[in-house]
C-alpha cells in the first residue's frame, strides 16, 4: 500500500467515523476527527489492508473518549 494511498484511507476512515461520532454527540468535532485519525493510522500501519479493522478500532476509541 503506498504512502498516498494510505493518508487517504486514513483521512477516509476519519471521516466517516467522525461523521457518526458527531451526529451521535458523542465528541466535539475537533476532538472527534484528532482521535479517529490518530486510531486510523496506527490500525493501519500495523494492518494495511485491513480498513474495516481500522474503522471498527476508531469508533471504540472515540465511545472510551466519550
Known amino acids: 500500500m503506498s504512502k498516498a494511498l494510505k493518508k487517504k484511507a486514513v483521512q477516509k476512515i476519519a471521516k466517516r467515523v467522525t461523521k457518526k461520532a458527531v451526529a451521535k454527540k458523542v465528541v466535539a468535532k475537533k476532538d472527534a476527527k ?30 472510551k473518549a466519550a
Do not use: E, F
Open 34 to 63: 484528532a482521535i479517529a485519525k490518530k486510531v486510523a493510522k496506527s490500525v493501519l500501519k500495523k494492518n494495511t489492508t485491513n480498513k474495516k479493522s481500522a474503522k471498527k478500532a476508531a469508533k471504540k476509541a472515540l465511545k
